[in-house]
C-alpha cells in the first residue's frame, strides 16, 4: 500500500524488450535505495512495481503486459521523468489516501488554468469509472493523492499547489496527455459490495 505521497522523482534509463513485456531501469533521484530490499514494491507514476535488482543509483523493475495496457509506463521514452514512493511501512505516516498502487485506466489531460498560485487541472475518466469520481473525495492521478474538487459527466477539475507543481511530474502535463488514475480504494469496494447485495435481493 502507498499514500498517494510523492517521496522523490527518478529518471527512465532503460526500456528493455523481453519477448512482449518490458523490464524498466530508472535512476531514483534522491529515493534512498539503501532502505529498499530486492522484492520491495515502489510506486513508478502510481504503478505498483516489484525491484528485481538494484545497481548503484538505479533499481530494474519488470513490467506486464497487463500494466502496460492499463498504465502509461509503455509510452514513456528514456529519460522521462517519474513519479516515486516507496510501499508504506508500520507506523508511516499517511499523509494522502490509501493507494494500493493498481491503476485503474489511462484518464486524459484536458486543461490547465492558473488559479492564483495553484493550477487547476482538468481531466476526463473512462465512462466505466466516472461513477466513482466524487466531488471533495480521493483520487490518485499518476500516484499522486488529489482532492477531486468538481465532477462533470466524464470530467473532473482538482488542484495543484506550487509545491507538487514542482515535486512531481504533473506540472509537466500538457493537454491531451495520459494519466494513471486509481480510483479511491474504498469506492472499489463499497461498489462491489452494493452490487452483490442488490444481486442477493433479485434472487
Known sequence: MFTG??????????????GGDLELGIDAGDLDLATVRLGDS???????????????????????????????????GVGSRVNLEPSLKAGDALGGHLVSGHVDAVGKLLEVHADARSWRLVFEVPESL???????????LNGVSLTVNDVRGRGFDVNIIPHTHRATTLGEL??????????????????????????????
Open 174 to 203: 500538457q493537454p491531451g496527455d495520459g494519466v494513471n488514475v486509481e480510483i479511491d480504494v474504498i469506492a472499489r469496494y463499497l461498489d462491489r459490495l452494493l452490487a452483490s447485495s442488490a444481486g442477493s435481493q433479485q434472487r
Open 5 to 18: 505521497i510523492i517521496v522523490a522523482t527518478g529518471r527512465l534509463t532503460a526500456l528493455t524488450d523481453k
Open 130 to 140: 466516472a461513477r466513482f469520481v466524487a466531488p471533495k473525495g480521493s483520487i490518485c
Open 42 to 76: 515502489i510506486s513508478v507514476q502510481g504503478a505498483c512495481l516489484t525491484v528485481t535488482r538494484k545497481v548503484g543509483t538505479e533499481f530494474f523493475a519488470d513490467v506486464s503486459r497487463e500494466t502496460m495496457a492499463k498504465t502509461t509506463l509503455g509510452v514513456l
